[in-house]
């Protein structure tokens, strides 16, 4: 039966080779094949002589293809030998031969391959969807590397093409006499093929073959236009500038990162019209916000509401958006970090590294408490409670802009010590970051390898630990011997240009922002430490830097706060109101209750009456549990109902911090500085 079933299928490939006449008569011989394989077809003399008649076919078609690839090779011989062609000739002419030799090999290998794979699905069990399901994925493997090797060959002609167009060139060249023009152009052109041949990096020939790699089908989506003529010829200028969106199975969408062409300036209009579009409505929805009260951040959050994928959906580059929002961030806790002073954070360095510590750990206990008695894994516990326990510094940056903060005799200002709580907030995000692969081993990992699991999660504790260090004595030789002259250079060299200062602030930033992330420490404390360096320089400094930076950070500001609305998402929101709420409200109340608790431990009695304050400022969910469940979600650490309930939590306690924020400045600031701070 096997046997019968290997020559059906040989015949069954090799009669579409042998030209049949019209569909009608593929579908008999299909079926012919199924009644051979079954054994209940025609009498076996019948059977053979079909066989028989079938294989010859085939056979007679291989044969043909062994006579015309001997041609090509002595035709490509005698191309070789001919001294009356020039080099571009000989070129054009043997690159089209072997283009011709390749395809006929292809077209027999695409024969045995469908063979072996008919001879597969006929011995399978059709009732088994695990083996039609690998089956499926073998046919899909093979029409990738297909249509990869199609790709591949359609290069390959154009590249001949070009070899055609350079030896009629020759020619005409070698008929007719050159102007100077004419001599000069040529030249010029040489040059531009040699810069393209120097600048082109065969990226897919160097990396398709990389471990890890996988060809995926992708569609690519050209903009729809009501006038087809301008839609065919935009169509066209796309196809040269590469500029079209590319979708692949898994609807994951790109775009143009880096042309194979870089002589070409190119730019991306999605990204352009987007930016252009969260500007325009962040607008009203900004002055909304402020005619009833509500802080302008909430109106940018509700553009990107509307203009995400829950909305209109018309942002097309969420990914590059969010990238420009993280700058926003950047200038921001510079800013903060510029209100910060030295001698602020020395006053107040004990409560910021113990508070926070003390408020995760009792987190992390109540989260492994709850977990138990819901029969939640440990490791999905951990998560979350962390998750939970970070605040944003962002949002409470906003809040404290512009106030008028000024130290009582024998207290400790609030915003020192919020702000200097929210700095080591960020230090555990990314040490929570790093240690993050570890946890997920650790969740999967046998009990006889749990000690050698904590001991890697110490020692990537005590490798944070060490970089900040390095940090914090970097900070220290930048302060004594650095910042100072730098200042003063730029300061001499910005005299009616503020140009230079703006750029040399704004270096100074990213310098400090890549030396905490090669020390593996998190890129906003830099940006935070940068501030606080600059403004030991004296308060006149700190004015004029202020001035000059704040406009940037505004804007930038907006579009981070847009990026956060992409991924609210109020239908989700409305469907499990009553649920979401109460999670909120639970998070808000216990954040609130373990920060009043721990800061009643830990400051000082003179300065009890800020705990209210700083709780306040400290109860919701920073916007980095974005990053982090999604992280989580593709490792597998919590569900995809987990992931969109910690999103939904988070943003619902973002909207409820500024009227917690209120009530708090409301109840324990002095009235001259309560108009400052709200």
């Not at 009990?447 to 944070?464: P, T």
Request: hydrophobic fraction near 45%.
């Amino acid at each position: 039966m096997r046997a019968t079933g290997f020559i059906s299928l040989w015949t069954l490939v090799s009669l579409p080779c042998g030209q049949l006449a019209n569909p009608a008569e593929h579908e008999d011989v299909v079926k012919h094949a199924i009644k051979l394989h079954r054994g209940k077809g025609a009498v076996i003399a019948q059977r053979k002589q079909w066989v028989l008649e079938s294989c010859r076919k085939l056979s007679g078609l291989l044969r043909q293809k062994n006579v015309v690839l001997n041609k090509l090779k002595n035709a490509i011989r005698a191309v070789e030998k001919d001294a009356g062609l020039s080099d571009e000739e000989k070129l054009f002419q043997v690159h089209t031969f072997e283009i011709f030799q390749k395809e006929l090999n292809e077209s027999e290998n695409s024969v045995f391959q469908a063979i072996h794979g008919l001879q597969r699905a006929l011995q399978g069990d059709y009732k088994d969807v695990v083996n039609m399901k690998e089956s499926s994925r073998q046919r899909l493997e093979a029409l990738r590397e297909a249509a990869i090797k199609e790709e591949m060959e359609y290069v390959e002609l154009l590249a001949a093409e070009k070899h055609q167009v350079e030896a009629l060139k020759n020619m005409q060249h070698q008929n007719k006499s050159l102007s100077m023009l004419d001599e000069i152009l040529e030249d010029v052109r040489k040059a531009a093929d040699r810069l393209e041949e120097e600048i082109e990096e065969h990226a897919f020939d160097d990396n398709k073959s990389v471990r890890g790699v996988n060809f995926e089908a992708v569609l690519r989506v050209e903009e729809d236009e009501a006038n087809s003529k301008r839609n065919a010829s935009k169509r066209e200028v796309e196809d040269d500038l590469g500029l079209s969106m590319l979708i692949d199975s898994q609807n994951n969408q790109y775009i143009l990162t880096k042309p194979r062409d870089s002589t070409i300036p190119r730019a991306d209009h999605h990204f352009i019209k987007d930016i252009v579009t969260i500007g325009m409505l962040s607008l009203p929805c900004g002055w909304l916000c402020t005619t009833i009260g509500l802080p302008t951040m909430f109106g940018y959050i509700i553009c990107g509401v509307l203009l995400g994928p829950s909305g209109l959906n018309s942002i097309k580059s969420i990914v590059q958006v969010e990238t420009l929002g993280e700058f926003g961030v950047f200038f921001t806790l510079f800013l903060v970090g510029l209100e910060f002073s030295p001698e602020r954070l020395r006053k107040v360095w004990k409560i910021s590294l113990q508070g926070p510590c003390y408020m995760t750990v009792l987190m992390i206990a109540f989260g492994l408490l709850w977990g138990h008695l819901l029969q939640i894994r440990p490791t999905q516990s951990v998560f979350i409670s962390t998750c939970l326990s970070l605040s944003s510094t962002p949002l409470v940056s906003r809040f404290l802009a512009g106030s008028v903060r000024g130290d009582k005799e024998g207290d400790i200002d609030y915003s020192s010590v919020l702000l200097g709580m929210l700095v080591m907030q960020d230090v555990q995000l990314g040490l929570f970051i790093a240690v993050m692969p570890t946890l997920i081993q650790a969740g999967v990992s046998t009990h006889s390898s749990i000690f050698k699991e904590i001991l890697r999660i110490l020692i990537l504790i005590g490798q944070i630990l060490f970089s900040l260090a390095a940090v914090f004595l970097i900070c220290l030789v930048i302060k004594t011997y650095l910042i100072g002259p730098y200042y003063r250079k730029l300061h001499a060299e910005s005299k009616g240009n503020k140009e230079i200062l703006i750029l040399g602030i704004t270096a100074f930033i990213f310098l400090m922002l890549t030396i905490t992330e090669l020390l593996d420490v998190s890129m906003e404390l830099g940006c935070f430490l940068a501030g606080a360096l600059i403004s030991s320089q004296g308060h006149m400094v700190s004015e004029e830097i202020m001035s000059c930076i704040e406009p940037i950070r505004d804007f930038l500001a907006i579009i981070f706060f847009a990026s956060i609305g992409l991924h609210v998402f109020p239908t989700f929101v409305i469907y499990e109101l009553t649920v979401l709420l109460f999670l909120t409200l639970s998070v808000v109340i216990m954040k609130f209750v373990l920060a009043v608790l721990v800061l009643s431990l830990i400051l000082p009695k003179t300065s009890q009456y800020i705990k209210w304050i700083v709780s306040a400022g400290l109860a919701q969910v920073s916007e980095f549990s974005f990053v982090l469940g999604s992280r989580a979600r593709r490792a597998g650490i919590i569900s995809r109902e987990v992931y969109l309930l910690i999103l939904s939590v988070t943003t619902l306690s973002l909207l409820l911090a500024p009227a917690l924020w209120r009530a708090a400045i409301m109840k324990c600031v002095p009235r001259p500085e309560r108009r400052s701070s709200t």
